[in-house]
């Protein structure tokens, strides 16, 4: 099974509809920009749900929210939400991470961060994030902590993306 499939197993549950769904990129970093305020709130919030893709080398792994992104500087709660890695360090299987606890704090919507997952800040995606160390897992929070913890993804606690893509889902 590809990534895409396993990724696609992981959202059918959740699509709004599965006839009609399709997701649609609204940010690229590595086109868009690495500015979360004039690129990822501008082009991804109230867009309703969405999936996050981000690769650290050959790493990839992400999250997926119900609820939309935007600029309120509150959490938002959520029981469909979940984290997920496709390609990890340790090379283990793909695996899904779903909210565990502290489901009212599913996604972090603050206008100057990038996607972030948790009341902890699971999986947080710094602003200006690939010239900085500033993005990073604190996992267990809000989400089930993957084997191994916070360098499950990447090796490290603190990563630099190389890119992230947000999709959002529309039913048009």
Not at 10 to 16: A, E, R
Not at 117 to 122: E, Q, S
Not at 138 to 153: C, L, Q, R
């Amino acid at each position: 099974m590809t990534y895409l499939q396993r990724l696609s197993t992981y959202l059918q549950p959740v699509l709004q509809d599965a006839s009609k769904s399709r997701w649609v990129r609204c940010w690229r970093v590595s086109i868009d920009g690495w500015d979360v305020t004039k690129t990822f709130h501008r082009w991804c919030d109230k867009e309703g749900p969405t999936v996050t893709i981000v690769r650290v080398g050959s790493y990839i792994f992400g999250g997926y929210s119900d609820v939309s992104w935007d600029r309120s500087n509150t959490y938002a709660s959520s029981t469909k939400a979940f984290l997920f890695s496709l390609y990890n360090t340790r090379g283990y299987s793909p695996v899904k991470l779903p909210a565990e606890r502290f489901h009212h704090d599913a996604i972090c919507r603050v206008s100057g961060y990038g996607p972030t997952f948790g009341g902890g800040h699971d999986m947080y995606i710094s602003n200006q994030a690939s010239s900085n160390t500033g993005s990073y897992f604190i996992s267990g929070h809000t989400y089930k902590a993957p084997p191994g913890g916070s360098s499950f993804y990447t090796g490290n606690t603190h990563f630099t993306p190389s890119d992230v893509e947000v999709f959002y889902e529309t039913t048009n």
